[in-house]
């Protein structure tokens, strides 16, 4: 079945740390892959896609995302968190169909000063 | 450009009352629309998907169901509300690139 992980729950960094967030994903063949952050009563953003090609992707406010098909992974990254980073960070992938997003149950990230 | 409009924004109702959640679409054509829940602690749950008027594909079964009257405009509906029910509602239509979401409808049933 097609499905996408995001293992941790919660994650805590200090400002000015380094952020990884992981995303695993389970599909027959590789999907079109989503990080989407949503900052407390917003709704959801859009972070970063990859569809194809360069498996390094750049997205807005500073997160990149790697696409690595041996660990079925697309972690999410940021070298230097800021205060307005924390948010509910979500990792979703597209189904073959094109019809279906499935979503990670998402990790909250909490950022201390 | 295109716009997603849901309403309401905040709804209370109480147990076994019905519900209706509208959402509407502007600036595109045959989208895909979607309605998922966010339910504390939970993530986002896809519950109906529907690729044109009058398909609809369920993906949890539940008291809820899903209309399709228009191109553009999908309703989330339910003839008794359950306090299982209570959550954040996403409207969502997609062009295959990638998803579109709207404001959203937090629902609490007491």
């Known amino acids: 079945a097609q499905s996408v992980t995001q293992p941790d729950i919660h994650i805590t960094v200090s400002e000015g740390a380094s952020l990884e967030l992981r995303c695993n994903y389970s599909y027959g063949a590789t999907p079109y892959l989503f990080w989407y952050v949503q900052s407390p009563g917003q709704g959801l953003q859009l972070l970063l896609k990859?569809?194809?090609?360069?498996?390094l992707v750049q997205g807005i406010k500073g997160f990149e995302a790697e696409f690595k098909r041996s660990q079925s992974s697309f972690n999410l990254r940021k070298p230097s968190v800021h205060w307005s980073d924390a948010a509910e960070y979500f990792c979703a992938g597209e189904s073959n169909t094109g019809n279906q997003f499935y979503f990670g149950t998402g990790t909250s990230l909490t950022v201390i000063p | 450009s295109q716009t997603i409009h849901q309403w309401p924004a905040t709804l209370v109702q109480p147990v076994g009352s019905p519900l209706s959640l509208e959402c509407t679409v502007e600036?595109?054509?045959?989208?895909?629309l979607y309605w998922y829940r966010q339910a504390a602690g939970r993530g986002l749950q896809l519950l109906f998907y529907s690729v044109g008027i009058g398909q609809i594909s369920s993906e949890v079964p539940q008291n809820l169901s899903a209309s399709r009257p228009q191109d553009r405009q999908f309703i989330l509906s339910s003839k008794k509300l359950l306090l299982s029910d209570s959550g954040f509602y996403l409207c969502a239509w997609s062009n295959r690139e990638t998803q579109y979401f709207g404001p959203g409808t937090r629902l609490l049933v007491l």
């Open positions: 600036g595109t054509s045959n989208p895909n």
């Open positions: 990859y569809f194809s090609g360069d498996t």
